[in-house]
């Protein structure tokens, strides 16, 4: 018990940091340009396979720099031609837009590096177990993975708080107009959070990666989850989103180590009863509906606090 | 989305004909339905009518809540699904028990299984609009798929359920085993879907729902409350999209998990979209472009979803009215005479448009038959993917075709503006 609860949390906080890497971009954009991108986790997948390509090509440590840069700039290039031309047809059209991307970017990658996953490995340096616990070797990258993602986390928290582009930034967060009426080129700062947000979307991916699987169908997976996370933390709000992903990390994490279930606990149902969704339910492990955890909470949240953990606004 | 016309504008404009017209249109409709399967009689179309036909419902259904109400869902197929696997069970249950029920009053319980799923969930969703709802949908929509496959004893897991439509109770002595059969049912259906969701837009609960959507804080003041209209629009959308749910079930005799998915969702937003959610008739143009691309584009390019997202994102982008929008904006040139005016520019754009898309279609398909070695044929040229010159004939359609076509529809913007100010001196325009 001991040793799952430590390697749980270990996996739960890792793939926390993960979600806080594209929730924070998510959120930032969101409350900015109130434009909610649902080709987020596009971008995370393309970092993954542009990682994936360029560790073929010129090796990993360049790929971990690069990849993200063009992912970033690709990330720029939505935000220039797509989304800055659609803003006049409102924000309707704005979300319509990066879900298509979202449908496109899906298809562009299953026709360029087909549907199966591709062999994306942990780079040599790193393939060993970096300590054994409880008889559990745990991998050197995976520690790796968290170093990045907090090293990623400090930067982005002291660049925020620090910095005069921050100032802007977490102005811009509240008062957009009020931005642009003080002489900021607003849209330059939408472009560049855009695209820095992209950027670390793609970074993600790039970690990620080798260590779970890269596959076509990977944004569409994380994609909700994503969505979970910022509304679960509250729209708009940073803080909200760190505490959320971590939370949702978690969660999903402990879940699926978890083989409990009803009938484990309370033992077998009366087998005459027969097939019925009552011995679905009673039979079914945690492990089983770990997927739906995610949306089961986010229904919760949008009934009891529609603001979210720390948002400020409803909508 | 919200040019719209208005009611009091439309009405003044009806001509003394428009009762004949609104009631001919209908019964045109109802002909068409009749005759089409006389005239194209080959198995392969009528297949693909029967799913146009269900797809045209599924689509005005859809906007119901994103024209209409301007609610966007990404989770409808929710709805339809659900309806589907209702119809199922009511059809397996009525053949095991020999209930009176005749196959016809099937979609209906579909309607039913759809509408009391949105009953349900409805009211939570419905309390707020724009992001938070489509957000919402969504989840929903995450969390209905992730479940049909836990819940095996209802949905059948990854297999799905089966039924016999033909084991129902016969009615006028049809079976509903031959497709023709199964054909005019859904043409049946789609007439009296059509006809009702059309109807519910003229009530006055469809004329709150547009105000809703374009104002629900001036419609508080006049004593509604947005959230119960937004219930209201989600529950007759719910029916309806049940009500094609149900058909699909007859149709293919099965319900399966990937009626709910994100999928179905995504390709009934699609439909309602690109045919343009602003009119009544834009759905049911973009079901048939969509339904039809889908049955077309799988046996000539693997990659025809790709084109679904390009035609999209061209639509989200360039016109938002989609294609009802693009037709209704003639609308008042024709009346006013001045679309002659606008014609010879078209056709001057049109060319250097279409070899922008034909430079888009090679480069896709180049990449997608880069390793496949397969032979691009477009418009009877073949050209290898893996060929020098066929990267170059790409980046010459692409780039060329881009820069003549911006500079010819700046022209045909100009020319629009000419005939637009003669038709609004002519009193057609507003």
């Known amino acids: 018990m001991a040793e799952l609860i430590v390697i749980s949390t270990l996996n739960g906080v890792l793939f926390g940091m993960l979600l806080f890497l594209l929730s924070s971009g998510l959120t930032v954009i969101f409350s900015m340009m109130g434009v909610l991108n649902f080709a987020h986790a596009s971008f995370y997948m393309l970092g993954a396979f542009f990682g994936y390509q360029l560790t073929r090509w010129i090796g990993f440590w360049p790929a971990l720099v690069i990849a993200p840069l063009l992912v970033g700039v690709v990330g720029m290039g939505v935000e220039r031609y797509g989304l800055r031309n659609t803003h006049k047809h409102g924000h309707v059209a704005e979300l319509l837009l990066t879900f298509g991307l979202a449908f496109a970017i899906e298809e562009i990658v299953s026709m360029i590096w087909g549907k199966s996953p591709v062999d994306y490995r942990v780079p040599a340096v790193l393939d060993f177990p970096a300590f054994t616990i409880f008889s559990t070797n745990y991998p050197a990258y995976k520690i790796f993975m968290l170093v990045v993602s907090v090293v990623i986390f400090i930067a982005l928290l002291v660049t925020l708080k620090r910095t005069r582009v921050g100032l802007i930034v977490q102005a811009a967060l509240t008062h957009p107009s009020m931005v642009g009426h003080l002489g900021h080129n607003v849209g330059r700062v939408f472009m560049l959070v855009f695209g820095v947000g992209s950027a670390l979307a793609g970074l993600a991916g790039v970690i990620a990666g080798p260590s779970l699987v890269t596959q076509s169908d990977m944004a569409a997976l994380l994609g909700p989850i994503l969505f979970v996370v910022i509304v679960f933390g509250g729209l708009g709000s940073l803080p909200g989103a760190f505490i959320a992903s971590l939370l949702i990390g978690l969660i999903q994490t402990f879940a699926v180590a978890l083989n409990g279930s009803l009938a484990s606990v309370f033992g077998p149902l009366d087998p005459s009863l027969g097939p019925s969704p009552l011995t679905d339910i009673w039979n079914v492990t945690i492990a089983q509906i770990a997927p739906i955890l995610p949306y089961l909470l986010l229904v919760l949240v949008l009934i009891f606090r529609p603001m979210g953990l720390l948002g400020t606004r409803e909508s | ?430």
């Not at chain 2, 009631?23 to 029967?50: D, K, R």
């Not at chain 2, 078209?346 to 922008?356: C, E, G, H, R, S």
């Open chain 2, 1 to 430: 989305m919200t040019d719209a016309p208005t009611p009091s504008l439309a009405a003044a404009k009806q001509e003394p004909g428009g009762v004949l017209g609104f009631y001919g249109v209908w019964l045109l409709a109802a002909i068409a339905l009749v005759v089409l399967p006389l005239i194209f009689s080959s198995g392969g179309s009528l297949t693909s009518f029967c799913l146009i036909g269900i797809a045209i419902i599924f689509a005005l259904s859809y906007n119901i809540l994103l024209g209409q109400t301007g609610l966007l869902s990404f989770g409808h197929a929710v709805q339809y699904g659900l309806g589907g696997f209702l119809a199922v069970h009511v059809m397996n249950a009525g053949a095991n028990h020999n209930w009176p029920i005749p196959l016809p009053v099937i979609p209906l319980v579909g309607g039913i299984g759809g509408m009391a799923f949105a009953l349900l969930v409805g009211w939570v969703m419905t309390k707020r609009a724009g992001t938070v709802f489509a957000m919402i949908s969504l989840g929903i929509g995450e969390l209905v798929a992730s479940s049909s496959l836990i819940l095996r004893s209802v949905f059948g897991g990854e297999s799905g359920i089966t039924t016999d439509r033909t084991s129902l109770m016969p009615m006028f002595g049809w079976t509903f085993g031959p497709q023709i059969q199964v054909y005019y049912l859904i043409a049946f259906w789609v007439l009296v879907s059509a006809i009702a969701m059309y109807a519910l837009t003229r009530t006055p609960l469809g004329r709150i729902c547009n105000a809703v959507r374009d104002n629900p804080e001036r419609v508080e003041f006049i004593g509604y409350d947005p959230h119960v209209v937004r219930y209201l629009a989600y529950m007759f959308a719910g029916f309806f999209a049940g009500i094609a749910g149900g058909l699909t079930a007859i149709n293919f005799e099965i319900a399966n998990s990937a009626y709910l998915g994100a999928t179905q969702s995504g390709l009934v937003l699609f439909s309602a979209f690109i045919g343009g959610t602003a009119y009544f008739f834009g759905p049911i143009l973009g079901a048939i472009l969509v339904t039809y691309l889908q049955l077309g584009l799988t046996s000539v390019t693997s990659v025809w979803q790709l084109y679904f997202g390009v035609i999209f994102i061209g639509i989200v982008m360039f016109a938002p009215g989609g294609i009802a929008g693009i037709l209704m904006k003639h609308r008042p040139l024709i009346r006013a005479g001045t679309l002659g005016t606008v014609i010879p520019s078209y056709l001057v754009a049109v060319i250097p448009t279409l070899a922008f898309a034909l430079g888009i279609i090679l480069t896709i398909e180049t990449v997608a038959r880069f390793s496949g070695g397969d032979v691009i044929n477009l418009l009877g040229i073949p050209f290898v993917a893996t060929a020098p010159t066929t990267w170059a004939a790409a980046a010459v359609l692409v780039v060329g075709g881009f820069l003549v076509a911006r500079i010819t529809w700046r022209r045909v913007a100009e020319a629009w503006d000419r005939a637009a100010t003669v038709a609004r001196d002519r009193g057609y325009l507003a």
